[in-house]
């Protein structure tokens, strides 16, 4: 294989399974669409990002990440921080788990669309955010979440995590019962003082959609160089139950209790790790700097 050719980092286990499943009629097509790739299989979280490591220290240049969300999120994390100074890598998805929130903001029809921008070699500039933590640094291309949502996220990934729909419903429940405003410091660009005021949650976004339909960031653009960080104020147990349908259609931003902002960077003043959200994936993080690199990765899309 040519460093040219894509290589294609897959995860059978992705969407419980699915992908296994899907994965052999997935790669006739590729094949059949003149599409030239290697095949690299995971085995456990984490190999994807080593795989892709080696891969582009190797030369290569051209990644499928065929999978879900976490998929994505190793590859990503594989590509960075090493493609920072370099020309910007391809990156397409072939989404054969439970979903690929980053694709919605450009298709409905992810698979087909995929298959199409492969053979035309169709790319466009795709910002990557970037965070400092107290351990080291993560990159994501989706969003990151504080507060309510990365709550449900934890809880569900601790109790609930192959338990599809019902378990995320179960977790929001139990969340919803254990709400409480939550302060996390920061300040945004230029501010003068930290804003330690406390929220439902904050989102840090790239783009629009997450969980697969909420459109969380509806003035997201993943290529215009900036963070779109949105904010919700405390609200009660009933007021958030009646604006989550909201969520799926960017009208919850109108809330009086929710704003919005552009920012190129941003810092945190936390005191210990947290709950954090962050392209599908839960971790505990003591978030210090967010910051953005602008067009660092050509999405085939």
Excluded at 163 to 189: C, E, I, K, M, N
Excluded at 208 to 232: C, N, Y
């Amino acid at each position: 294989m040519k460093t040219e050719d894509f290589l294609a980092i897959v995860n059978p286990a992705a969407g419980n399974g699915r992908c296994r499943k899907l994965l052999p009629e997935a790669l006739d097509r590729l094949r059949k669409e003149g599409i030239h790739f290697e095949v690299a299989e995971t085995a456990n979280p984490g190999h994807a990002s080593q795989l892709v490591r080696e891969a582009y220290r190797a030369g290569r240049r051209r990644f499928l990440a065929v999978g879900g969300d976490g998929t994505a999120f190793e590859v990503v994390n594989g590509l960075f921080p090493g493609a920072e100074s370099g020309p910007p890598p391809w990156l397409a998805f072939l989404p054969l788990g439970t979903g690929n929130s980053f694709l919605r903001d450009f298709t409905v029809n992810a698979t087909e669309h995929t298959l199409e921008a492969l053979r035309l070699g169709r790319t466009r500039p795709c910002d990557v955010l970037r965070l400092e933590h107290a351990d080291g640094v993560i990159h994501f291309i989706n969003l990151l979440s504080l507060g309510f949502a990365a709550d449900v996220a934890d809880f569900r990934n601790r109790h609930f995590r192959h338990g599809g729909q019902f378990g995320y419903l179960a977790s929001v429940v139990v969340t919803l019962a254990r709400l409480r405003p939550q302060s996390f410091p920061l300040r945004v660009d230029d501010d003068a003082t930290f804003d330690s005021s406390n929220c439902l949650f904050l989102s840090f976004n790239n783009t629009k959609f997450t969980g697969g339909t909420m459109m969380i960031a509806p003035h997201a653009d993943s290529g215009d160089g900036q963070i779109e960080l949105v904010r919700w104020a405390p609200i009660g147990r009933a007021g958030l139950l009646w604006n989550l349908p909201k969520l799926y259609t960017g009208t919850h931003i109108r809330h009086p209790r929710a704003s919005r902002r552009a920012a190129r960077q941003i810092e945190f003043q936390l005191t210990g790790p947290v709950n954090v959200m962050v392209d599908g994936e839960s971790l505990r993080l003591e978030c210090r700097r967010m910051d953005v690199l602008a067009g660092a990765l050509a999405v085939v899309v």
